[in-house]
C-alpha cells in the first residue's frame, strides 16, 4: 500500500506544485522545479521515506536497488531487516521513474519545435549562438582540469554543465540518465546551479548591459512589432497548462504521449544493440534525434501543450531524485569546490563570450539574450528583453534557446563521455 501512494504522490503531487505557482506570485518566482527538489529533498530527510543499515549499503555496491528476489533471499538469511526490504522496493520505484520520465519527456519537448526557423536566424544570432556554446566548452574543460582531483566524478558533472548552460533543466535531467549520474551529484550540481544561476541572472536583468556596452557596440536591428508579439506570447504561453484537458486538446495531446512512449521503444531498442556502459547515451542521444524528426511532420508540431507535458514529466523527475538524495553526504567541504566550479562556469564562459564578441563585433543585447535563452531556457527571454527595454530580440532570443535544448543533450553527453573516460 504504501509503494502505490508514493507513486500516486510522485506523479500527481507536481500538478498541486504547478497550481501553486500559477496562484501565486512568490511561489511563481521561485519555481516549481525548486519546490519540486525542496519537498524531495525534505521527505528523503526527514525520516518519511524508510532508511538502510549499513550492511544493506555495502550489499548494493553502488547499485541503487537490488533484485527484488536477491533482497528477499538476503532477508531470509537474517543479513538484511525488514527496514532494508522496504527501502529496496522504494528504491526500485524511484529508479524506475527516473528512468521513463526522461526519455519520455524529450519527445514532448521536441515535438512544438520549428526547425525551419533556425534556417531563417540572423547571422549575428547564430554567430552569438556558437561563441556561446564554444566559450562554455573551453570553461567547462579548463575548470575539469583545475578541479579533478577535488571533486568526484567531476567528467559527469562537466558533461551536465555544458547541459545547464545550453537548455537548462530539461538538458541537465537527460545527462543525468545518460551518464547514470549519482542522486547525490546530480543534486548537489543542480543546487549549486540554481545559486549561482540566480546570481547570474541578477546580473544580467541590471547592470549587464551597462557593463557589456563597454566592450561591444550598441544593438541597431528593429524587428516586426506584430511578430515580436506574437512570440512573446507564445514564450509566456510555455509555462501555461490552462485548457491542457480541453476537448480541442487532450485527445491530441493522448497521440502524442503515445508517440512519445514509441520513440522510447525505439529507444530502448536501440540502446540494447550496444555495451551497457553506452547504453542510456544512445538511448537519449537516439530519442532526441527522433524527436526533432516527428517535429518536422506538421500534425505532430501543432499538437499544443506538448511542450508543457513534457516539462511536468521534468518536474516529477526533479521531485523523485531530489528524494532519493542524502544531505549528509552532500554537505562537505567538497561542495564548495563544486560551487567554484559552477561559478567559473557561469562568469568565465560569459567573459570569453564577450571577448569572442568584441571580435565579431556582436552588440550587446544580441549576446545578453543569446545568454540567457541557453542558460534559463526560452520563457526567460521576454523578462530579459523587457528588462532591456528592447522587444526587437525576442525572436532570436527564443529561437537560440529552442536550439539550446536540441544541441545541449548531444555537446553534454560527448563531453561527459570525453572527460568521463
Not at 521513463?100 to 519527445?107: C, S
Not at 506570447?233 to 504521449?257: H, N, T
Not at 518536422?296 to 501543432?302: A, E, F, Q, T
Not at 527564443?398 to 555537446?411: A, K
Amino acid at each position: 500500500m504504501m509503494i502505490i501512494l508514493l507513486i500516486l504522490f510522485y506523479i500527481f503531487f507536481p500538478a498541486l506544485i504547478i497550481y501553486a505557482t500559477c496562484n501565486n506570485t512568490l511561489l511563481n518566482r521561485i519555481g516549481s522545479v525548486v519546490i519540486a527538489y525542496a519537498v524531495g529533498l525534505l521527505m528523503g530527510n526527514i525520516g518519511l521515506l524508510p532508511g538502510m543499515t549499513d550492511a544493506y549499503h555495502f550489499l548494493l555496491q553502488g547499485n541503487v536497488a537490488l533484485p527484488a528476489d536477491q533482497a528477499q533471499a538476503l532477508f531470509e538469511k537474517g543479513k538484511i531487516t525488514a527496514g532494508d526490504l522496504v527501502h529496496n522496493k522504494v528504491a526500485y520505484v524511484q529508479d524506475m521513474i527516473t528512468t521513463i520520465t526522461i526519455p519520455l519527456a524529450i519527445p514532448l519537448l521536441l515535438f512544438s519545435l520549428n526547425v525551419k526557423k533556425w534556417f531563417r536566424l540572423a547571422g549575428s544570432t547564430f554567430l552569438s549562438l556558437i561563441l556561446a556554446l564554444t566559450s562554455v566548452f573551453v570553461v567547462v574543460v579548463a575548470g575539469f582540469f583545475i578541479f579533478k582531483d577535488k571533486i568526484p566524478e567531476l567528467g559527469k558533472i562537466a558533461g551536465m554543465l555544458i547541459g545547464i548552460y545550453s537548455g537548462g533543466t530539461p538538458n541537465l535531467a537527460s545527462i543525468k540518465e545518460a551518464l547514470n549520474v549519482d542522486p547525490d551529484i546530480f543534486i548537489m550540481t543542480h543546487t549549486a546551479d540554481l545559486v549561482i544561476g540566480a546570481i547570474c541572472l541578477l546580473f544580467l536583468l541590471t547592470v549587464a548591459r551597462r557593463f557589456f556596452l563597454l566592450f561591444l557596440p550598441p544593438f541597431r536591428q528593429f524587428a516586426d512589432q506584430e511578430t515580436t508579439e506574437r512570440l512573446t506570447r507564445e514564450a509566456q504561453e510555455m509555462d501555461s497548462y490552462k485548457g491542457i484537458f480541453s476537448r480541442e486538446v487532450f485527445p491530441k495531446l493522448l497521440l502524442a504521449i503515445l508517440l512519445s512512449a514509441l520513440i522510447l521503444v525505439i529507444g530502448a531498442g536501440l540502446g540494447m544493440l550496444v555495451p551497457k556502459r553506452s547504453m542510456m547515451a544512445v538511448v537519449i542521444l537516439s530519442i532526441t534525434t527522433l524527436g526533432i524528426l516527428f517535429s518536422l511532420i506538421p500534425y505532430v508540431n501543432k499538437i499544443k501543450k506538448t511542450f508543457q507535458t513534457g516539462m511536468y514529466l521534468i518536474i516529477v523527475f526533479c521531485l523523485v531524485v531530489s528524494s532519493m538524495a542524502n544531505l549528509h553526504s552532500m554537505i562537505n567541504v567538497k561542495y564548495l569546490d563544486l560551487l567554484l566550479y559552477v561559478a567559473m562556469v557561469y562568469f568565465g564562459s560569459l567573459f570569453i563570450h564577450i571577448l569572442l564578441s568584441m571580435i565579431f563585433r556582436l552588440d550587446a543585447d544580441t549576446v545578453i539574450i543569446t545568454s540567457t535563452a541557453m542558460i534559463y531556457s526560452p520563457p526567460f527571454v521576454p523578462v530579459v528583453a523587457a528588462a532591456l527595454k528592447n522587444r526587437d530580440i525576442i525572436i532570436s532570443g527564443l529561437t537560440t534557446g529552442i536550439i539550446g535544448y536540441v544541441v545541449g543533450n548531444y555537446l553534454g553527453i560527448f563531453t561527459g563521455f570525453l572527460l568521463g573516460g
